[in-house]
């Protein structure tokens, strides 16, 4: 390996090193309180180990490795750009141009940096197996971190633009009154298989413990 391989290493490690410090926007704008909230790199890891606990439970016929790997890339655009929610309308509609703008700069000085994108463009288009997989492992590792978050904010608290947007006006008044049902509710049309198996098994989880509050609430 010539010094100039190395460095590039190097460089690439302190650059990704970045999303260890990068919280994820989400958490913040709806916000969790909590001592410390999640990072993007977390969120990676969390999703990650979803993704082997997936598929070491069931049988699928996709390359493992290559779901990992989407999981890991598509991340590396919020080095730059930054974590980017489904509430920022005017980020969202560059999002894509800007997020490949920034992988190519990110892996810039590496000669496979399109093989790079064209892994996260697969990931993005949702159509092979594997990108089916990590995307949904993606969502859903979403959702129960906000499980996890339970308790620690409330619909209430959140910014008022959320209250705005069609989506969180429709789900409360279905009776999704909690962030966390939120979150899942929100989710559900993308999970098929094992995924919604395990989706509507959280959304009974939820609901009766939703139920037991109630009921404890109603006796004092």
């Known amino acids: 390996m010539t010094d100039i391989e190395f460095r590039r290493i190097l460089d690439l490690h302190e650059l990704c090193c970045r999303l260890k410090k990068t919280l994820r926007t989400g958490w913040i704008n709806w916000q969790v309180r909590d001592d410390r909230i999640e990072s993007v790199a977390e969120h990676i890891f969390g999703t990650c180990m979803l993704a082997v606990g997936v598929f070491s439970t069931e049988k699928f016929?996709?390359?493992?490795?290559?779901?990992?790997?989407?999981?890991?890339?598509?991340?590396?655009?919020?080095?730059?750009?930054?974590?980017i929610t489904m509430f920022d309308y005017e980020k969202l509609k560059t999002k894509k141009i800007d997020g490949h703008q920034a992988v190519l700069e990110v892996f810039k000085d590496f000669p496979n940096a399109e093989h790079f994108l064209s892994i996260i463009e697969e990931f993005e288009a949702n159509k092979t197996p594997e990108a089916r997989f990590a995307k949904m492992c993606d969502k859903f590792e979403a959702d129960l971190q906000a499980r996890l978050y339970e308790g620690k904010y409330a619909i209430s608290d959140v910014e008022d633009r959320f209250f705005k947007d069609q989506r969180t006006i429709d789900e409360i008044n279905a009776g999704y009154d909690t962030v966390s049902e939120q979150f899942l509710q929100n989710d559900m049309p993308r999970y098929d298989g094992v995924f919604k198996e395990m989706a509507d098994y959280l959304k009974d989880i939820e609901k009766q413990e939703k139920a037991n509050y109630n009921r404890m609430e109603n006796r004092f």
């Open 61 to 83: 016929d996709i390359d493992i490795n290559k779901v990992i790997t989407m999981i890991m890339l598509h991340e590396t655009e919020e080095i730059i750009i930054g974590d």
